[in-house]
């Protein structure tokens, strides 16, 4: 019904800057909150980042100041920049979803991206 396929993830060196991109398709009427969760080897899945609809934001403390996510509502992607990587940032990210289908609303995840903070 919908996807979200997500672009963006590579190796940068600390200190560096990356943009994450998620675009969602599919039997969509309307998307709710869009964000971002990520997680690191070892470690369970955590919200980086999510924006609602309205534009309203919210950011892990480990990302707040350095991280900032946004949304195009017209075409269903959501963006996060990460200004000053640090090495904890490595993981993977997913892109998610709160989506409105004709049956309803539902949590959509996208399949990760691998981000890599190198030293």
């Known amino acids: 019904q919908v996807q979200l396929v997500e672009s963006g993830g590579c190796l940068v060196q600390a200190g560096g800057s990356l943009r994450l991109s998620c675009a969602a398709s599919?039997?969509?009427?309307?998307?709710?909150?869009m964000g971002w969760h990520r997680q690191a080897p070892g470690k369970q899945r955590e919200l980086v980042a999510v924006i609602t609809r309205g534009g309203v934001t919210n950011y892990a403390d480990s990302v707040k100041g350095r991280f900032t996510v946004s949304r195009d509502n017209d075409k269903n992607t959501v963006y996060l920049q990460m200004n000053s990587l640090k090495r904890e940032d490595t993981g993977i990210y997913y892109c998610?979803?709160?989506?409105?289908?004709?049956?309803?609303?539902?949590?959509?995840w996208g399949q990760g991206t691998q981000v890599t903070v190198s030293s």
């Open positions: 599919g039997s969509i009427r309307s998307i709710n909150a």
């Open positions: 998610y979803a709160y989506a409105i289908v004709t049956t309803g609303g539902y949590d959509y």
